[in-house]
């Protein structure tokens, strides 16, 4: 593993199109494929500003996933939220890889997939929901917030990352300030649906470093295509019974919640997010994260009425300016 903008070891990397067979690329930026020329300082340049472009529009999509559950809960009990989201999105990603007639991953890459499935399919969206019943939107995405550094770690364990000193520091000044945001609005004593949300930040950070592992091997969406069909037994099953169970009112909220959930966040959101960090880099792309929380603290204003927390303001600046740091180090 080379520095911190590398999610994988230096290899040749086949992409393959609907009809043709897999050609070698010319690699990413921090990831030339060995004998291929370095490209030009102001192509690599484009290629890095398309890859935090496009992490960006990933995190825009995520802020809003916790006030899409919201209205969605409004309506449908966690589970059925949950289950029918991820139904949703694997109708939308399966229908894009038949039509295309995508082949199916290697065998090699099927464990990574099992990781995605189970992060962020699976993990992340049931233990949010359930935290989401107890917690305020607000008070979920500050720590949530936490994100970027437990996906950094896990990057640096899994890929071999070594993101310099400053990048560490601060990340970790971007965590304390998100910290300070959940113990003023918890009262310091954590409760279960913090400890819900702790669980959370562990599965997708694990399921967000193996996706952007994978997406320098294959497009995002088909990352997070693969995943969701691999999950698709559970998903169903979990659908069918969760709608046996629990109660469904179909309100204008509601279905507009589960919608976004579907199509917006759980496929659209990952595709984006996936092919940024396959540009930028898994930690770099993380760091991107820590808007997030504040994102959401402006949606859970504007469409849930949701008060402001008053530290908004000054915390906002102090996590810009960890993304403003955390971008421009290099390992």
Not at 18 to 32: E, M
Not at 43 to 66: C, E, I, N, P, Q
Not at 249 to 261: I, P, Q
Request: proline share 7%; charged share 10%; aromatic share 6%.
């Amino acid at each position: 593993m080379r520095d911190n903008d590398s999610a994988t070891a230096s290899v040749a990397i086949a992409v393959s199109t609907p009809g043709a067979p897999a050609a070698p690329v010319q690699g990413t930026p921090g990831n030339p494929v060995e004998g291929a020329p370095e490209p030009a300082a102001p192509a690599r340049s484009a290629l890095v500003g398309r890859g935090a472009l496009l992490a960006a529009l990933g995190v825009a999509a995520f802020s809003l996933t916790f006030p899409a559950t919201a209205w969605a809960l409004e309506g449908m009990g966690p589970w059925t939220v949950v289950m029918l989201r991820s139904v949703l999105a694997t109708a939308l990603a399966g229908g894009a890889l038949a039509v295309f007639r995508v082949r199916p991953p290697e065998r090699r890459h099927w464990a990574g997939i099992a990781v995605v499935a189970g992060g962020v399919v699976l993990g992340f969206p049931l233990l949010t929901t359930l935290a989401l019943e107890t917690s305020t939107t607000s008070h979920a995405a500050v720590v949530v917030g936490l994100l970027p550094l437990t996906t950094a770690a896990f990057s640096a364990v899994r890929t071999g990352a070594r993101p310099s000193r400053t990048f560490w520091i601060a990340s970790l000044v971007g965590a304390v300030v998100v910290i300070g945001f959940a113990v003023q609005q918890s009262g310091g004593a954590p409760g279960r649906g913090d400890l819900l949300l702790f669980a959370a930040l562990l599965v997708c950070a694990a399921g967000y470093t193996e996706g952007g592992r994978l997406a320098r091997h294959m497009p995002g969406w088909q990352v997070i295509g693969w995943a969701l069909v691999l999950a698709l037994p559970v998903t169903v099953a979990g659908a069918a019974l969760a709608l046996s169970t629990e109660p469904l009112r179909l309100t204008v909220h509601a279905v507009s919640g589960l919608l976004w959930l579907a199509f917006g966040s759980q496929f659209l959101g990952m595709v984006a997010w996936y092919r940024g960090m396959a540009a930028i880099g898994i930690s770099k792309a993380s760091q991107l994260q820590l808007a997030q929380p504040l994102l959401t603290l402006v949606w859970s204003v504007l469409l849930l009425g949701e008060q402001l927390p008053p530290a908004a303001p000054a915390a906002a600046l102090a996590v810009l300016a960890c993304i403003a740091v955390t971008q421009r180090t290099r390992g």
